[in-house]
């Protein structure tokens, strides 16, 4: 069983700068991707950032040079920071980590960026 914990959620003002983090632990053999999504209340969970294990990066459209996403794979960690935020960007973000065959999810973290 693989353990995600994230951590560096928020209150930030429109403009402002975050960085989350998302640690596994267990039994991690191999990762094929690691990543973050977000849900808004009444929408449906999106994509926000995905770090394959080659180290190829896709980004949803709305998040496209804004935010970066890096990992450190000693310490089996992903990374999302989070730049010039803005209102839309409030939500519930969830990390994601693909081990093997299955998808392992954090507890998420909100996100909360004010006008």
């Known amino acids: 069983q693989v353990q995600l914990v994230e951590s560096g959620g928020g209150l930030v003002q429109a403009g402002g700068s975050l960085r989350l983090s998302c640690r596994a632990s267990?039994?991690?053999?191999?990762?094929?991707?690691m990543g973050w999504f977000r849900q808004a209340p009444g929408k449906q969970r999106e994509l926000v950032a995905v770090?394959?294990?080659?180290?190829?990066?896709n980004y949803g459209d709305s998040v496209k040079g804004r935010f970066t996403i890096s990992r450190d794979n000693a310490k089996n960690t992903v990374y999302l920071q989070m730049n010039s935020l803005k209102p839309e960007d409030t939500a519930v973000y969830y990390c994601?980590?693909?081990?093997?065959?299955?998808?392992?999810w954090g507890q998420g973290t909100q996100v909360t960026v004010s006008s």
């Open positions: 770090i394959r294990s080659g180290g190829s990066t």
């Open positions: 267990g039994m991690i053999f191999s990762i094929n991707s």
């Open positions: 994601n980590f693909v081990v093997g065959p299955a998808n392992f």
